[in-house]
């Protein structure tokens, strides 16, 4: 496939309004290039990029609907959850490498079928943001603090073995 370059330029932003699909084993966007998600209907995103090579650079869903995934997606830089709802439909969204800072807005909903995204340093939940754990498999409940977690579907859920998990509201 062919990269774009949408990251060869600092702080480049692109808004997206429909679906996304990145047929490109080989993109690696770094963190140059921010990508938002703000349509006001059902948005997919699907990804053939793996492991080290990023599908974005810094993510945000900022939707009045649902943003779900196809396919695993990688982050190089921040994950924010501002509006809406961001489906993993079973996927998982991770960081190339450890570091940035993954944050949810009030009103923000995460439903997490394969965990939470992993390797951000930081978290940051708002009051009024909802996780929920809705995985038919295993799901292990990191040691965070989370505004409200809920637990749903038929899989099992593993507290963190170390830490506190911290809930805000009920």
């Given at each position: 496939?062919?990269?774009?370059?949408?990251?060869?330029?600092?702080?480049?932003?692109?808004?997206?309004?429909?679906?996304?699909?990145?047929?490109?084993?080989?993109?690696?966007?770094?963190?140059?290039?921010?990508?938002?998600?703000?349509?006001?209907?059902?948005?997919?995103?699907?990804?053939?990029?793996?492991?080290?090579?990023?599908?974005?650079?810094?993510?945000?869903?900022?939707?009045?609907?649902?943003?779900?995934?196809?396919?695993?997606?990688?982050?190089?830089?921040?994950?924010?959850?501002?509006?809406?709802?961001?489906?993993?439909?079973?996927?998982?969204?991770?960081?190339?490498?450890?570091?940035?800072?993954?944050?949810?807005?009030?009103?923000?909903?995460l439903t997490?079928?394969?965990?939470?995204?992993?390797?951000?340093?930081?978290?940051?939940?708002?009051?009024?943001?909802?996780?929920?754990?809705?995985?038919?498999?295993?799901?292990?409940?990191?040691?965070?603090?989370?505004a409200t977690?809920?637990?749903?579907?038929?899989?099992?859920?593993?507290?963190?073995s170390s830490?506190?998990?911290?809930?805000?509201?009920?």
């Open positions: 496939g062919i990269d774009p370059g949408f990251d060869k330029v600092a702080a480049s932003t692109i808004s997206l309004s429909g679906n996304f699909t990145n047929n490109n084993t080989t993109l690696a966007i770094t963190t140059n290039a921010s990508f938002t998600f703000n349509g006001t209907s059902a948005q997919t995103i699907t990804s053939a990029s793996t492991g080290t090579n990023a599908t974005f650079g810094n993510l945000t869903i900022n939707s009045s609907a649902t943003v779900s995934l196809a396919s695993n997606i990688y982050v190089a830089g921040n994950l924010t959850i501002t509006a809406g709802t961001f489906n993993e439909a079973g996927y998982t969204v991770t960081r190339t490498a450890s570091g940035g800072t993954f944050s949810m807005a009030s009103g923000a909903y997490a079928g394969a965990g939470i995204p992993s390797n951000w340093t930081t978290n940051t939940f708002s009051a009024g943001s909802s996780i929920e754990f809705n995985g038919s498999g295993s799901e292990t409940i990191p040691a965070l603090n989370y977690l809920i637990s749903s579907n038929t899989g099992a859920r593993i507290l963190a830490g506190t998990i911290g809930i805000l509201e009920t």
